[in-house]
Structures are given as C-alpha cells and as structure tokens.
C-alpha cells in the first residue's frame, strides 16, 4: 500500500535525526501515455495521482482513497484515456443520475460526443460508444444479463465506491465488483476511509493485483472556523500541537463562556437563541447578515449547509426580502443567458406553479437554493451559475456534497443536527468531512473554509473532534434478495452462487471479525479458568464445598449434579432469575396478542381510544386491517391525524367505544376533508373511558418449576451460611463472564453462516412461489417466471412479478397501470396517509386491481413470514397509493398545478422535484416490467404507453 501524506508530523517520542539523509529510490518514471495525458492537464498531478495513473499503466486496478476535492478523478479520467489511446472501452459509473450527467459531460468536452456515451436508465445517448458514463446499477444490470457490451471492457471506474456502505443500496457496488470478468482492471475512487487497508485487501482478493493508495492530503488547505455572534473565531490555536493534537482556542472558549454566562442580557441571548434536536430555533442570525459578515471576511462564494429542503427556501426567502445583492450589474445579462437556456424546455404555463420569477430573481443577485426537492433544470442552472462565479451563495441540504464538482471558496455548517429519515442524529465525522471537503478551489483558493456557526448546544470540543477525525470505517450491507438469487443462481448455479457469497466483502468482514471474537473467547475462557481457582480457594476458606471440578489443563469438568455446592446454589439463583423473566416476558405477549386480536376485528366507522406516546385521543376507523399478523388498521384521531396504528400503539386491548357513520364517499384524503370527520368525532358524543384496567385472562399463578427451584434454594446448606459475600461477588463475576462467553460462542457460529442462511430462506421463498425449480441433476434452475422477477430491480420486486404472473394488471388502461405501479415504488413522508383504496381516483377498474395488489402482497408476506421466521428484512412493504392520483393526473395529460393540487388533496404535499422524481422511478419500473413481459403481451404494450403519456413537460424536459 502507498500512503502519501506530506503534512503528517513525525510524533515518534524515541524518534531522533541522524542528521544523514537516507538515499530513497527515485519513483518509477512515467509511461508515454501518462506523459503525454498529463501535459494536457491545467494542474501538475500530485504524487498520489502520478502513483495511481502509473499502476493503471502497468494494467492493474487501483483503490484511491482521498479527501474531497484532493483530484482523485483525474486517475478515473486517466482510465478513460488509456481505453481510448489503446482501442478498448471503459465504463465511469456513479452512484447518482446527476453525477453521471456532469460527467457525461465533461468527459464529451475532453474527448468529443462521438467517444462518449451516457446509460442512466432514465438516458441513452451514444451507448454503443467506447467511454459510457453510467449508474452503477445500470451496469450491474448488465452484467446480469450478459450484455454484449461487456465484450471489450478494459476499464471500469467506480467513482464514490465508499456507497457500498448504504444500507439500501450499497449492495449494488459489491455485485459489479464481484461479477466483472477478470481482464477488466477497476478503479475504485472513494473518500478517505479510516479502513481502506481491509477494503484494499478484499479487492485483491477477489479482482487480483490492486494497488491501494490513501493520501490524507488536501491540496487545498483547510481552515476551520466558529462564527459566534458577529465575530469569527479560528477553532485551533496556532500554538505547537499537544502530544500530536491541536488544541481549541481557548480565546474563543472565554468568549463563548462570557456570552453565554456573563451578564443578564447574555443570558437572556443564551436562552432565545437555543435550539433543540428538531431544529427548532427561535431568534438565527438572519441570512442576509450572515452573508454579508462571510463577504466582508473574503470568504464567498460560500455552500450554506441547512439540513432541509424548507430552511433552504425559507434562507433563499430572507435574502430575496433583503436588500442584499452580491454581483455586479455586468453580470446579470450572463446570468440571464445561462438560466433561459436551462429553462427553454419548461412549458409556459409552468412557470407560475414552479416559482420562476422569485428563483430567477435571486440568481440576479447572486444567490440560490439548491435540494433535491427543485427540478434538476433548476439545480442544473445553479451549479452551472456557481461553477462560473455568478452565483455567490448557495443554501443546500447534504446531497449537494454527494460528488457534484460544486466547490466553492467556503463551507457554512448552520447546525451540527440532521434528519436522517428516521430521526434526528449528530453529524459524524466522515459527514463532516464530506461537506466541509468542498471548501478550497484548486487553483483559485489558496486556502478552504469550514465555519460553523455557534449556538449554545455546539461545543468547540466536539467540532474539533469531528474536524480532526480520520473519517469512518467502511462497512458492507451485502446482503442476499430475491433478484439477486434469480439472477446469480441463472449465471452460476446453487454453488457458485454461494461461492461468490463466500468472497463479498461482507464475509471478508466477518471472517476478520471472528478472528478478534475468538481471541475474546480465549481471553474469556482464560479469567474463567483464573474465577474457578480464585472459587475453590476460596469456598475452602470458607469451609464450603465449591461445586467445581477442574482437570489437569484447569478446565471445568462438567457432569455431576448441576445444583450442588457453592456454585450450584449461584445456578439456582440465575435459574430462578430466567424463570421469572420468562414469565414477565410471556405475560407481556399474552397482552399484546390480545392488543392484536382486538385490532385485528376492528372495523371501519368504529370508535376506539388511542393513549400512546405519539398520539393520543379518540379515534375513527378508516380503513380494517390488511394483515392478520401485524394488524395495523387505519385511523383517525379527532385532532385530525390520520395514519396506520399497532400493537405498540396500546397499553390494553382497544375497546369499541362507539359507532361512527362513514359514507362510501366521504373525503378521507384532504386536510379539509379529515378535520371534517374529526369534528364529527368531537360531536358524536362519545367519551374516552377513564381509569380502564387492563383486559388481561386471569394469571395462571406461579409455574410449577419456579415453586421447585425456589423449594430447593430454601433447603440448600448454602442459603444458611453467612459471611460469605465477598464469595457471591466473585460467582457473579463468574456469571457475568460465563453469559460473555455464551454470547461470543453463539455470535461466533451465527456470524458464520449469515449470508447462506439468509440466502437459503430466500431460495426456500423462491421455490414454493414457483420462480425455481429442481433441474433434474439435484441443482436449481430458473423458472420462466423467475425469468420475469430476474428484470425486476425494483425493491418490491417480488410483489411486482407475483402481480404480473396473477395477471390483475392485465387490460388496465395506461393511466390507471401507471397509478397502480405508482405505489410500488412511491412512499409517503412520515405521518403523511397515502388514502385508503375507495379514495383512489378514476374507475373502479383501478380500485378493483388496487385491492387486488394488496391481497397479493399479504399473501406474499405470509409464505416470508413463514420461511423467515418474521425476519423484517425479507417483508415487503405496504403498496402505498399517495402517489396515485397526481400520477393519473399527469398521465391524463393535466397540466403540472393540477397534478400538484391532486397530491396536496390528499395530504402529500409534492415539490416539483419530488413529483418528477417519482415520475421518474414509475417510468424505470413500467420499463422493467415491459422489458420482463412478452412483447405482444397487452401488459407490455399498456406500459409503453403509460410511460409514453408519463413522459412530458418537466418530466420529459428532465429526461433528454
């Protein structure tokens, strides 16, 4: 491995100069190919590029791991070349459509549009090409497949491989790694990992010779900085660091101190100025005057990091309120030239819904939102405004920093608190770096900025461990699913399948964590041998029998009667300890199956009481339960909110406390409509009950068994003795050790065997529905449904090819196909409700196969359920029908408002970005499912058409 890091300070205390310089070798010197691509650079490479490029040369693959902005494209862009100096193909492929488009495009500036092609599934231009940009799913497609355009590759570069660690998506990476032909050389481009040794050795494993070279160098350098109030403050002192550790400026902690504590009206900014972890925050600093304190310290253009999409607009809002301005009037005419040639496919009546003017107001004077909830057109123009120096500020969410070549001259971190999708979480340390990593223009800047800005809950301490942390671990999220299984057991059969599960890094990863858990047994199972010595000696003391028998290596001999002597009497007592704990835990589910039971029968227009820790009140059914082992039915609650409620949603079994009347036709989807049915709860009458006791069958009384060990416990020589406490104290450490090495015995052998036992449940999930058979040889083989499933790469891809081969889909007109698809892949926010099958719109043909998709996904979960024991992981989710109506909106050629006004009637409140988005991944799977079909098959030919009337204004803008 080659390590390059020209600032690491030598921190070695026995380290002492000889005052001899050692003679190093010179480096190899570069090809004719390096050369001459390296003349036509504007930068000279740095040494870890030249030791990349020079690898490449000599035919092997690479890991470059690197910091944000340090260039490691350039060995990427240098694979490009060699493919084309010598004849070959290569591949680029990325984890996101916006990165492959930027880099379709610069890569068609370097080498011309007749060398470059683009595959993003939404795009095909120029395919057949000998550089193709692509996503990397597109090209794990194709190796499914055994597409002949792999007939040639020379090259495949994996840029932001460290997405092998998304645990929705990661998986992907690992399947290219392990499926390309052994003559393809990869080059693996990825953030600095603190790991990359143990990825670079999995790599060279599995693809052969691989080079791996970390460089923790940024060209660029980086400074850190806290904006308290209107002073700026450096993070570090510039004093020598401590043991190797730059310390925090301690004038900025006094500062901090007397602005928080120091007099009444410090105190009073103090407390107005909190936030707390919802990002709640009564009195910022306005955005204007943030901005103007960044312009007059030289530090714009800036990336404003907020973490969501509203404070984004709600930051772009203040300024365009404001006076501020930050470009010359010079520059508005080129701002105006660049933003209508982006904007020269909108429709004309878009332009009012889509906000035009206010967004094109604010890049007139140098400044933009930039999210995933904006049209790519939008975001597309601003990146290309901010590239060229006309747009000075940008307020963006985190996906700004996934890979777009969007650097700027200074990083603002507003908070140190994001949403996650499931809750809100510290930023760790390699989200850190990621963002604050496009600080420093190479070339332009002589130095990056990160400046974060103070509030009372952000402690200088834990900035300064997030800035100087080498990053994080890579993990693996390989994992076996349903399409993976048909297609690797198409292309290798049952054991080659397993072999090649055997070699993912995920198993790497294992096999290396069972090296460390063994040594932990070792050392376990040595104190254990040390606690039994330490218990004889000291039973013997104490004039009582030990209970242990040890041989002549100091092991426990086992046999005898389990319950005699000092150590016998500690069994009693844990045995007795489980007895009551299982009792606990069985009246706890003798509870909740009746919770689930009383959910279960529950039927709509009934009125229950709801008392859990998110909601609280009484509430209507909309809609009964679809599923019988998690019955969840649909409610809602008389202050308006409406969603799915479960088990863990009650104490006690839901009692029907009344009976409300719902017509067929009521408006159960729009805030209006909701807030109607609530007041009507309010005026039915009906009371909550007060001081309800549980609804529980009468207890059995204590278990035989537990009677016993407590009979025996009582009689025990033991139970009579005293003093003997410091003895209990050891034989609970025995305990504790005993339960540790239990623990590491079963984790040891689960862990061994996870990935095939997984993979053998979704092999069993696939043979009794049908989509593999035996092939008469005592293998498996693919059946011509599974053949159906294998092009299906959505995640609900067992449900979509259980739909098709049940035909409920069949003679659905576009429209309404494209609605029901719709709800495979769409899913609404959180405690947003997608509205119940009788609120879709249109036919009742679509209800009908609505209903039909459901009865279909129980079924399907029910044969998972069976085979996995109720594992999550292999349950597919609800079909969700919030993207339903706006979708057959637009399909019905209604213009972009009306679709929009369709999803805000029922409670999904759309940004244009997400709509097209969600047009995007409906036209993906109608594709799929066209392309997984016989082509004279009505089916196939009513999904070309939905895509064909799908495929229009924005969304058709967005695809070419």
Known sequence: MTTVNPDQPIDDPDFEPSGEVPELDPPPAPGPQLQAFAAGLRFGLDSFQSDACRVLEDDRGVLVCAPTGAGKTVVGEFAVYLALQRGGKCFYTTPIK??????????????????????????????????????????????????????????????????LADRFRGAVWEEVILGLEASVSVVSLSATVSNAEEFGDWITTVRGDTEVIVSEHRPVPLHQHMLVGGRMFELFDRATPVHGKRQVNTELKRYIKQRSLGDDEGRARHYRGRTDRRGGRSNPMPRPRLIRLLEDDGLLPAIDFIFSRKGCEDAFTQCLRSDLNLIEPAEVAKVDEIVERHLRELAPGDAEVLGVDQWWAGLRRGFAAHHAGMLPMFRQAVEELFVRGL???????????????????????????????????????????????????????????????????????????????RTFPLRSSFAPEYNMVLNLIHRLGVEGSRHLLRRSFAQFQTDRTLVGQARQLDQARRKLRQLDQELIAGTEKAGVDAGITLDDTGEEVSGGDRHAGFLGYLALREDIKRHEREQRFARRVESENAVAE????????????????????????????????????????????????????????????????????ADTRSGRGRRRLAEAITASGITRPVGRTAKRKKDKGTDRELTQLREQLRAHPIHREAGLDKLFRLGERRNRLVRDIESLERSISARKSKLEEDFDVVVAVLRELGYLESDGDGGLQVTPTGDVLRRIYAETDLLVAECIRAGIWDGLPPGELAAVVSSMVYQSRRDAYGGGVDALPGRSSLREAMSDTLRVWQATNEVQARHSGGSESLTTREPDTGFCAPISAWAAGRPLHEALTAAAAGGQLLSPGDFVRWNRQVIDLLEQIRNSVDREAPLAGAARRAVKSLRRGVVAAELE
Request: aromatic share 4%; glycine share 10%; no cysteine.
């Open 98 to 163: 916006a990165l492959s488009n930027q880099k379709y495009h610069d890569l068609v500036a370097a080498h011309g549009a007749e060398s470059v092609g683009l595959l993003t599934g939404d795009n095909a231009i120029n395919s057949a090409a000998p550089v193709v940009v692509m996503t990397t799913e597109v090209l794990r497609n194709m190796i499914y497949a055994n597409s002949p355009a792999l007939t040639g590759l020379s090259f495949v570069v994996m840029d932001e491989v460290h997405f």
């Open 391 to 469: 747009t000075k500020v940008v307020f963006a969410t985190e996906t700004l920093a996934l890979g777009i070549n969007m650097p700027a001259r200074s990083v603002v971190l507003e908070r140190l608190v994001k949403y996650n999708g499931e809750a809100h979480v510290d930023l760790t340390p390699g989200e850190y770096t990621q963002l604050t990593g496009r600080a420093g223009r190479r070339g332009i800047d002589v130095e990056g900025n990160a400046v974060v800005l103070w509030t009372p809950e952000v402690i200088p301490d834990r900035v300064a461990g997030l800035a100087g942390a």
């Open 598 to 665: 009383d959910l279960a029968a529950l039927k709509r227009g009934q009125v229950i009481a709801v008392s859990s820790r998110r909601h609280r009140g009484l509430a209507v059914v909309l809609e009964a339960a679809q599923q019988l082992n998690d019955p969840r039915p649909l409610v809602l609650i008389d202050d308006g909110w409406a969603g799915r409620v479960g088990v863990g949603d009650f104490v006690n079994p839901p009692e029907v406390l009344g009976h409300l009347r719902i017509p067929r036709d």
